[in-house]
Structure formats: C-alpha cells, structure tokens
C-alpha cells in the first residue's frame, strides 16, 4: 500500500514538474536547442545520415488521377510549407494583439520598438551587402533580418531582474515588429512571380471573411475552414504559402461576443444554479445540475474572451513544444561532408562570403542598428527611453536581437535554390547558427557585467 502510493506520489511530482517546465519561457529554447543537436548528429552519423534525407524528401499528399495533391510535397516542404504556417498564424495573432491592446497599440508606444526593428533589419542587410554585392549569393541579404523572440525571451526570462522591465517589454515588442518586417521581406522578396487569378480568389475569400467578421460571426469552425482553403490558393499562387497564415490572424476577431456587463450577469445566475443544486436531495440530479451550469459557465468564460487570444492561448503550446522543434529536426540537419564547412569566414571575390555576410549581419549588425535608431529616436524626441534602463544595458540587450535561428532559417531556405545551390543553403544554416550562440552568449555576458557594474557588485 506505501508502495502503491509513494508511486503515485512521485507520478503526480513528476508531472506537475512537466507542467512548471511547459511553462516556463525559456523551456521552448532548451527543446529547439536539443532538436539541433540530434538533427545534427541524425544528418551526419553514417547509421542515420542517409535514413534521414530520405525521410525528409518521402512524398506526401493524395494522389489523384496518378497527381500529387498538394502538389510537389514532400515531408520537408509540408513542415515548411505546412506545419509553419500554424506557426506564422501565431505570430500574425501576437501582432495583432499588440497592435490592438499592446506594447504597438499607440503611436507613443509603439514608435521605439518600430524604429529600433527597423534599425536591427537594414544594418544586417547592408552588412551582408556588403560582403556579397555583385556575386551569385547577393540575394541572401534578408537571411540576417530576422530574430527569433522565442530565444531571446527565454534568455531575458532566465536573467531575471538583471534586465530591467521596461527593456524586457521593449525587446519583446521590438522582436514582435520584426516579426512583422519579416513576413513582408519573406512576401516582397522571397515569392514566386504570383498567379494573379488565384491570389485573387484568396483575397476576395479574405475580404468575406472580413465582413463576415464586421456582421458579428463568431463561431471559430467559420474562419478555420476558409483558412485551409485561402492556404491552398496561396500554396498554388506562388505567394508564399506561410503568408497566408498571417493574413488570415489579422483577420480573427479580437472583440469577445459577451460584454464585460453581461458576463458578470450570467455569471451571477450560474452561481446561484451551481448553490441550489446542493439542495437537491437525488444526488444523481444534483450531480447533473452542476455539471450542466459548470459548462454552461465555460461556455460564456469561452465568449467572454475574444477568438484572437483563446486561439493564441490554444496554439501557443503545440507550437512552441511540437511545430517548432520537428522545424528544427528537419532544417537544422546539416550534412558535414569536412571541417571547412565551420569555416564561414572564407571569401572569395566570385561568391564573396554567406558566412561572414551573415554572422557579422547578426551579431554586429543587429545590436548596432537597434542601439543606433533608438538613440536617434530619443534625441530627436520622437520617443522616450525605457525607462530606468541605461544605454550600455539597451545594447547590451539589443545583442540578443542577434539570435535569429528560425526565421533566419526559414528565409535560408527561401533564399537559394535547392536543386542547384544546397551547399549554400546549408553554409548558411551553420552561420546562423553560430551567430545565433554569439549573439546570445555576448547578450548574456554584457547583460549580467552590465548589471554588477549598475549594482555596484
């Protein structure tokens, strides 16, 4: 019977220690960390090298009259293409959230973050420029634009009070702007010349949905099933496919169906059902009243919230802990064919250098083009400082703006053609992800000196 029950008592410490790591915000970088090292070791280990490539270009799809549909897709394309897009619909939810009641909500608050994502996309883009004007890999300028908020939120939240608040939500909202900017770089740069017939049909769907949204429609089903149909369309447009993820978040309402007023009114009544029924004398009865006024009570706690953030709530874990890792399983998977790989600072006056082009983009080019636009910003008075923080604490902070990893990633694979430029492409997943661990080991090591400096330590 000890036995029985000290199992059980260590089952249920056991899980509620993988609730508190589930929700901790640095937990989705320690898991994409791990995918890397095994996606990494999977492509390069002579057991599983070649089960993995061939796992990763294994056809999916229906076959219909002897075609594939969706057509040309593969296990990797339907991550990328696919799987992504419910990231990307995520990232258009958290924008529209902070552009309707956050840290982008007024032009006060918003033009800081806006300047400074600004600053920290075009200085790594000149950089690469830079090193890569006039040679066949000129196009991969928009590879280091990108940070990757997941991992420089999990490295801010594990600094604690080192970093002040204030710089905390600017890094937070900034991260979420150049969020944005990437999905117009992505959009803009990165397409296919576009069918303009099915583009079309995309965005009068989309424009459906937008009235259908202003007649007060607020059953979810009504907005998931023309989501899948908008993907296809975008999928055969040329458009990238993941675009269609966000387009489709601005257009989820965020106003709840119940006022604040007629949720407390109800509320009210269910409370009273939920006490009367403990004056019923059939338990059975009893029982079923209460379950009924408990769903009942879900059902306009439910209501009460509008779709946007109950999606996002919803989602928000899968992607963090499922979608993002099996993205980094499946591009972090470099083939290693010799050390000269590592070797990103190579140049050549032909092909210049993705390597340097990238790193330097990252880890110089995103801290000083945050740090510098901000400082212009607070002089020209077009916006305020955060506020308690020092400059020296600002930069220091902006270095983690360097971590670019997935969208760095994601535009890597955009940027080049596989059939006939793989070697590039994976030249450039191993900078990135070496500039990603610069970036952040130089964030930690300024913040935390930064912070004993200012502390008098």
Not at 58 to 82: H, T
Not at 251 to 273: F, M, N, V, W
Request: glycine share 8%.
């Amino acid at each position: 019977m000890f036995t029985k029950f000290g199992r059980v008592k260590r089952s249920h410490i056991l899980s509620q220690q993988g609730r508190n790591f589930l929700q901790a915000p640095w937990a989705g970088g320690v898991v994409l960390i791990v995918c890397v090292v095994i996606a990494m070791l999977f492509a390069n280990l002579p057991a599983t090298a070649e089960l993995y490539h061939h796992l990763l270009h294994m056809e999916l799809g229906l076959s219909i009259n002897g075609k594939l549909f969706p057509e040309a897709m593969n296990l990797e394309k339907f991550i990328n293409d696919g799987l992504m897009v419910v990231f990307f619909f995520t990232v258009g939810l958290e924008i529209r959230r902070e552009i309707s009641d956050g840290e982008l909500s007024t032009p006060k608050k918003a033009i800081l973050p806006i300047v400074a994502a600004m600053g920290g996309m075009l200085f790594p883009a000149l950089i690469y420029a830079a090193f890569n004007a006039g040679t066949e890999v000129t196009h991969g300028w928009g590879i280091p634009t990108a940070t990757d908020i997941a991992f420089a939120i999990g490295i801010m939240s594990l600094l604690g009070s080192r970093v002040p608040i204030s710089l905390k939500v600017f890094l937070t909202a900034l991260a979420v702007a150049d969020d944005l900017g990437a999905i117009l770089v992505i959009a803009l740069f990165y397409g296919e010349t576009p069918d303009m017939m099915l583009l079309g049909i995309a965005l009068a769907i989309m424009v459906g949905i937008y009235f259908m949204r202003r007649m007060g429609e607020f059953r979810m089903l009504a907005y998931l099933v023309p989501a899948a149909v908008v993907w296809i369309l975008f999928y055969y447009s040329g458009v990238h496919a993941t675009i269609s993820g966000v387009a489709m978040a601005m257009l989820i309402p965020t106003q709840p169906r119940y006022s604040r007023s007629y949720y407390l009114h109800k509320a009210d009544i269910i409370e009273k059902g939920i006490r009367d029924a403990d004056n019923i004398e059939n338990e059975h009865e009893a029982e079923e009243s209460r379950l009924y006024y408990l769903r009942r009570m879900k059902q306009i706690s439910d209501g009460a919230q509008g779709m946007s953030h109950r999606m996002e709530h919803l989602l928000m874990p899968y992607v963090n802990f499922i979608i993002m890792p099996i993205f980094a399983l499946a591009n972090a998977g470099v083939h290693i064919p010799s050390a000269d790989y590592f070797n990103i600072f190579e140049y050549s006056p032909e092909l210049g250098s993705i390597g340097m082009g990238i790193f330097f983009g990252l880890v110089v080019g995103k801290p000083l083009g945050i740090s510098l636009l901000s400082w212009t910003a607070v002089k020209l008075g077009i916006a305020d400082k955060p506020a308690g923080a020092s400059w020296s604490m600002l930069v220091a902070v902006a270095c983690l703006g360097g971590i670019g990893f997935t969208m760095s990633i994601f535009v890597d694979n955009l940027a080049f053609d596989k059939a006939t430029h793989q070697t590039f492409i994976d030249m450039g997943k191993i900078a990135i992800l070496m500039a990603s661990t610069a970036a952040a080991v130089l964030g930690t090591v300024l913040i935390v000196r930064r912070s004993k400096r200012e502390n008098g330590e």
